[in-house]
């Protein structure tokens, strides 16, 4: 299942096992198979073989783990913080969160991914200045989506899967920014306040068959039947951002922002499960069967708030411009990246 998640722009995060347990039961072991320990390191092989693409970590803790990267992973899409636009903005974006180091089986406990379409309008284009205390030409709102099928083959292995993204956020102009070298040289963009709320989710099986695989020991080979490992992964997210940011635009190409935010999570759970079956004979000297079996499921829940800080730079190109994130947890292992391209009206 490494080969699938590289597939799904998760190459990052290698999967290694020993939590998650895989029996292998000898059933048969005769004629040079039985010569010294030859069953016993063929046994072994074969279950490295089979783990050798599960998480390092038991199936709960996973699950808690996917289910805080999965909101996680689109921290940034859903809004703007590097620019201030008259009219509409129109942004295209993919982001990438892990919670723990993947490759550390004391802390390796998930991973998130995330894409959307985001459109953006000033309210300023409303017949009316103010709503109350509110100046419409300071305040954007932003329509995210996304729904993209995630089905593909890869060598022996399928994936099929659903990514589904629907975010509504409003952006407020708190403190209005200072030009200090005109003609974009060197500006602030002063303070905004952003806010609303962020639905995703994403279901995905990995299959990975290991039919005719061979494994051998001393000369002593054993071969995969109808053999296969499923990881089934489903993971839905409810959150409401509340975010504070700032910009400076540099020599007119460059933009640097950040900012810091709070993350209500009205809702997140993820459901895992494993299930492996098949037997691996043996055509040489003797008689050998091994047959190999799993089921494992659990769901874990996401954490209730998360506090964070993130930054990012723009490239500002003549009708283009295009951005690069990282967000931080703060107070856990959280970190996600995402990057844009963006076109303002």
Same mark, same amino acid.
């Given at each position: 299942m490494k080969k699938l998640m590289m597939g799904l722009v998760v190459a990052a995060t290698t999967l290694n096992a020993n939590a998650i347990d895989i029996s292998v039961t000898n059933v048969t072991c005769t004629g040079a198979y039985a010569s010294g320990t030859v069953c016993d390191q063929l046994d072994a092989e074969v279950q490295n073989l089979v783990e050798g693409d599960l998480p390092d970590v038991s199936i709960g803790k996973y699950g808690t783990g996917i289910s805080n990267a999965n909101g996680f992973a689109y921290?940034?899409?859903?809004?703007?913080? =590097?620019?201030? /636009?008259? &009219?509409?903005?129109?942004? %295209?974006?993919?982001? #990438?969160? +892990?919670?723990?180091? $993947?490759?550390? *089986?004391?802390?390796?406990?998930?991973?998130?991914?995330?894409?959307?379409?985001?459109?953006?309008?000033?309210?300023?284009?409303?017949?009316?200045?103010?709503?109350?205390?509110?100046?419409?030409?300071?305040?954007?709102?932003?329509?995210?989506?996304?729904?993209?099928?995630?089905?593909?083959?890869?060598?022996?292995a399928t994936v099929e899967g659903d990514l589904s993204y629907f975010g509504l956020m409003a952006r407020y102009h708190l403190i209005e920014g200072i030009d200090f070298v005109p003609g974009n040289m060197l500006s602030w963009g002063?303070?905004?306040?952003?806010?609303?709320?962020?639905?995703?989710?994403?279901?995905?099986?990995?299959?990975?068959?290991?039919?005719?695989?061979?494994?051998?020991?001393?000369?002593?080979?054993?071969?995969?039947?109808?053999? =296969?490992?499923? /990881?089934? &992964?489903?993971?839905?997210? %409810?959150?409401?951002? #509340?975010? +504070?940011?700032?910009? $400076?635009?540099? *020599?007119?190409?460059?933009?640097?922002?950040?900012?810091?935010?709070?993350?209500?999570?009205?809702?997140?759970?993820?459901?895992?499960?494993?299930?492996?079956?098949?037997?691996?004979?043996?055509?040489t000297g003797g008689s050998y069967q091994t047959d190999i079996s799993a089921s494992e499921s659990d769901s874990g829940e996401a954490d209730a708030t998360n506090f964070r800080a993130f930054g990012g730079l723009q490239l500002n190109l003549p009708f283009v411009r295009f951005t690069a994130q990282l967000n931080k947890g703060l107070g856990n292992d959280l970190v996600g990246f995402n990057a844009g391209i963006k076109v303002l009206y």
């Open positions: 921290r940034g899409l859903g809004s703007d913080y =590097s620019d201030h /636009f008259e &009219i509409a903005a129109v942004k %295209l974006g993919g982001g #990438l969160a +892990v919670e723990g180091d $993947m490759n550390d *089986a004391e802390t390796a406990s998930g991973f998130g991914i995330g894409a959307a379409m985001t459109i953006g309008v000033n309210m300023g284009i409303l017949p009316v200045d103010k709503v109350g205390p509110v100046e419409m030409k300071k305040l954007d709102v932003f329509l995210s989506f996304v729904s993209q099928n995630l089905d593909q083959d890869i060598d022996d002063g303070v905004y306040l952003h806010t609303g709320i962020q639905r995703s989710s994403w279901s995905v099986d990995f299959s990975q068959q290991f039919e005719d695989e061979t494994v051998e020991v001393s000369g002593q080979d054993a071969t995969f039947g109808n053999s =296969s490992a499923n /990881f089934a &992964i489903e993971s839905s997210s %409810l959150t409401i951002p #509340l975010e +504070v940011s700032t910009y $400076m635009r540099t *020599a007119w190409a460059l933009t640097f922002f950040g900012g810091a935010g709070l993350d209500i999570v009205l809702s997140g759970n993820t459901d895992v499960e494993l299930d492996a079956s098949g037997s691996v004979i043996g055509s």
